[in-house]
């Protein structure tokens, strides 16, 4: 079946704008994270989802960023006002039900650039 | 919170020989421990997990070993081959209590040499 999916693939934008991040988990995932992979760095966790309730959003850097899901399917990740410390591929990733022991699938990540 | 180190960041070897990665983590909580292979422009794939009530598990090539008293844990992988090469990750966390955050590692970036 279709795997996780993330738009736009490559984003550049200029610092100050506003961008909005798109992901489609796997039908029928109830879970869903959004992570953040500086250049050289780790995953860094930013938020995740079990349904459209958002029980842990402990790893946004900043009140710029926020993230939504509706139907328990899309999911939104808007950075307000950029900077270029924004500049990071921020990947999606889906699992079956809650909890660690369920594999994460991962989508192909959105390059973020701000200029 | 948790913390991870991994080292070495990157490795080469050649091909045929054995690889080994090493994590550590903070939380003594912790008690499940993922590994994820990234290839180069793709996507972290899951290759292999232990629970923190087992001390080894091996699937094939790879396995992992955890020692709880000293908080690190190791991938191995044995009789490389090309498309071992990637970034593989580890990651620990801390399960139950709705907590779901995979603590990662910054990554080792493997290279076979042929």
């Known amino acids: 079946g279709a795997g996780v999916s993330q738009s736009p693939s490559n984003k550049v934008t200029e610092k100050g704008k506003d961008v909005e991040l798109r992901c489609d988990p796997i039908?029928?995932?109830?879970?869903l994270y959004w992570y953040r992979q500086r250049l050289g760095q780790g995953l860094e966790f930013l938020i995740y989802?079990?349904?459209?309730?958002?029980?842990?959003k402990s790893g946004l850097p900043s009140d710029r960023f926020s993230a939504e899901r509706t139907g328990e399917s899309v999911s939104t990740l808007t950075i307000q006002r950029t900077q270029q410390e924004d500049s990071a591929v921020y990947l999606c990733?889906?699992?079956?039900?809650?909890?660690?022991?369920?594999?994460?699938?991962f989508g192909p990540g959105t390059r973020l650039t701000v200029l | 919170g948790e913390n991870v180190e991994q080292h070495p960041s990157t490795l080469s070897v050649q091909e045929g020989d054995s690889a080994v990665i090493k994590c550590t983590y903070s939380?003594?909580?912790?008690?499940?421990f993922p590994w994820y292979k990234q290839e180069l422009g793709k996507r972290p794939q899951l290759i292999i997990d232990?629970?923190?009530?087992?001390g080894e598990k091996k699937d094939q090539r790879i396995a992992v070993t955890l020692n709880k008293t000293a908080k690190h844990f190791s991938l191995h992988i044995t009789e490389t081959q090309p498309e071992d090469s990637a970034v593989y990750f580890c990651?620990?966390?801390?399960?139950?209590?709705?907590?779901?955050?995979?603590?990662f590692g910054t990554g080792t970036r493997l290279t076979i040499i042929p």
């Open positions: 039908s029928g995932h109830t879970a």
């Open positions: 939380d003594s909580a912790s008690n499940y």
């Open positions: 232990i629970r923190s009530n087992v």
């Open positions: 990651a620990a966390v801390r399960t139950g209590f709705g907590n779901e955050k995979l603590t």
């Open positions: 989802f079990q349904g459209n309730s958002a029980p842990d």
């Open positions: 990733a889906s699992s079956r039900d809650r909890g660690p022991y369920n594999e994460q699938f």
